[in-house]
């Protein structure tokens, strides 16, 4: 290979890990999706068919063909580098994120609505040619992650089943665009647990949690694929809809109307309804801030369309990764 070939290489790499860590801070956060910056950055797809190949036929290929031919099946270096990606951005900015969402909510909220906002931009100037079929795919869309946002958390029992079970759920909604695997956690009652298992790593529990991830990314992903093979646009319409539907749980402005407490004795909303900003700060006597929510809001916007430029200015060098 010559010195260009693997300088390029390189770059396609960091770029690729860039994604990766992309997608990863959207996973950490409850109702952004990194299924939202997989589908932005142009790697949805071949992430999708990457994972199915992950199968029985692959081991078949690894035992009779050998390694090196079972890797290219199943588009290892793709995978790999994506994924140390998405776990160095999990494990880093568990903390800060956490941090932000304690001390600077109002802000923080604005600024993911702003990247939403943005994304439904993204998938609509995407779908090539609306019909019926398109606009009833963003109705139901709509109304299913809508009515996951209004539902209020549950506080389920934290023993190893059920992270075995959250996590198959979460990773199933975090390859979709518009759901967020982490707002799911949290209507099971079960995003603090894992938030503070990343921070202390708690191996045990994150082994449980990655076993369940892996189950369900292997499965769903084969579903998935085949829906965006067959039914392209009606499907990217319906994840479409997941988007606006996720829009009601980005609201910055929330009062608690129905509250409980966790098992750590941390006091969390089971049920909460959105406010105008002055009406939010007639009630708590605070700042409602708008000013430099919408500010943020328009920086996450931005970096969405900013995001979506470069990876296309990435796109003419992609396949080279394969």
């Not at 071949?46 to 035992?63: G, M, R, V, Y």
């Amino acid at each position: 290979m010559s010195t260009n070939s693997t300088s390029s290489a390189s770059k396609n790499y960091l770029a690729l890990g860039l994604k990766g860590i992309a997608m990863g801070a959207a996973d950490v956060v409850p109702g952004v999706s990194g299924g939202t910056i997989a589908f932005i950055s142009g790697i949805y797809d071949e992430l999708l068919d990457s994972l199915k190949q992950i199968n029985p036929s692959a081991l078949h290929t690894l035992f009779t063909k050998g390694i090196a031919a079972c890797w290219t099946q199943i588009n290892g270096t793709f995978l790999t580098v994506l994924f140390s990606g998405i776990l160095i951005s999990v494990l880093s900015l568990a903390k800060v994120i956490d941090y932000a969402l304690e001390t600077a909510p109002i802000l923080v909220w604005a600024f993911f609505f702003g990247l939403v906002l943005a994304s439904i931009l993204h998938m609509i100037r995407t779908i090539q040619g609306w019909g019926y079929k398109e606009f009833l795919a963003v109705i139901i869309g709509t109304a299913v992650a809508g009515s996951i946002t209004l539902s209020g958390a549950t506080q389920l029992p934290t023993g190893y089943g059920y992270i075995f079970f959250a996590g198959m759920l979460a990773i199933c909604a975090m390859i979709l665009p518009g759901i967020s695997g982490s707002f799911i956690l949290l209507l099971l009652g079960l995003y603090p647990t894992i938030i503070t298992a990343i921070t202390e790593f708690n191996i045990i529990l994150l082994g449980i949690f990655a076993a369940g991830c892996a189950c369900g990314l292997l499965s769903f992903s084969r579903f998935l694929s085949w829906c965006l093979h067959s039914y392209r646009q009606p499907t990217l319409a319906l994840l479409t809809g997941f988007l606006i539907g996720s829009l009601n749980a980005l609201w910055p402005w929330k009062q608690a109307i129905e509250t409980t407490i966790n098992r750590h004795g941390e006091e969390i909303p089971l049920i909460q309804e959105n406010l105008l900003p002055w009406v939010w700060a007639d009630i708590t006597s605070q700042s409602h801030q708008l000013l430099p929510a919408c500010a943020l809001a328009i920086v996450g916007m931005i970096l969405v369309l900013g995001f979506e430029t470069w990876s296309k200015q990435q796109e003419p060098q992609a396949s080279q990764l394969n």
